[in-house]
Each structure stands twice: as structure tokens, then as C-alpha cells.
């Protein structure tokens, strides 16, 4: 069983920047490379939303809020992924998950959530 654990939530001032951080444990880097990785934020009363996503072949796609502000990251050799976060905005209080997936075997995980709250 995949566990993914996010890490580098909590608070900032607005126009501040910072970057979180997802761990895939209990899998190979062989197979952790073929994951296509996302981070998908939820606010308070909001449904989840992507924000940005890496395929295992390192395209790149990002919502389009969030495009010019945020950059996606992995590192298959540390079986992780990073989301860094510049210019932060009030509206991006969220909670951040960390989502690995591959349709074509079934797989689809879930980290538990950081909390980033941005202040005004």
C-alpha cells in the first residue's frame, strides 16, 4: 500500500511563498516514476480542485489561477514532489493534497493534507 505524506503547510503573509512537499512511501522508485502526480487543494465550504499536475513523463499542467504562481516538481529518485508557491494570495487558504494516480493499473492515492492558510 502507497502512504503519501504532505509536509511544508502553514501559515504566511500574503505575497510570501512556500513549498510543500509530498513523500511516497512504500513503493519502488521504479514503480513511483510511472504515477502521475498532483496536488489538489480544498478550501472551507469549496470542493477539491486541481492546482497542478506532473505525468510521469514530466509534462506539466496547472490550473489557470495558479499557473503563473506555482510550479510542480518530482524527484523520482526520493520518490517525492514538490509544489512551490510564490505571491500567495488570501484565496489560496487551503487544504493541499498530494494525489498519485494511474488510470490504466487502478491506482489512485491520497495523502492526508497540509493546511496552508495565507494572510491578508
Known amino acids: 500500500q502507497v502512504k503519501l505524506v504532505e509536509s511544508g503547510g502553514g501559515l504566511v503573509q500574503a505575497g510570501g511563498s512556500l513549498t510543500l512537499s509530498c513523500a511516497a512511501s512504500g513503493t519502488s522508485g521504479i514503480i513511483f516514476r510511472i504515477y502521475d502526480m498532483a496536488w489538489y487543494r480544498q478550501a472551507p465550504g469549496k470542493q477539491r480542485e486541481l492546482v497542478a499536475l506532473?505525468?510521469?513523463?514530466?509534462?506539466?499542467n496547472y490550473a489557470d489561477s495558479m499557473k503563473d504562481r506555482f510550479t510542480i516538481s518530482r524527484d523520482n529518485a526520493k520518490n517525492t514532489v514538490a509544489l512551490q508557491m510564490n505571491s500567495l494570495k488570501p484565496e489560496d487558504t487551503a487544504v493541499y493534497f498530494c494525489n498519485a494516480v494511474k488510470t490504466s493499473i487502478g491506482v489512485n492515492y491520497w495523502g492526508r493534507g497540509t493546511q496552508v492558510t495565507v494572510s491578508s
Open positions: 506532473i505525468t510521469s513523463g514530466g509534462s506539466t
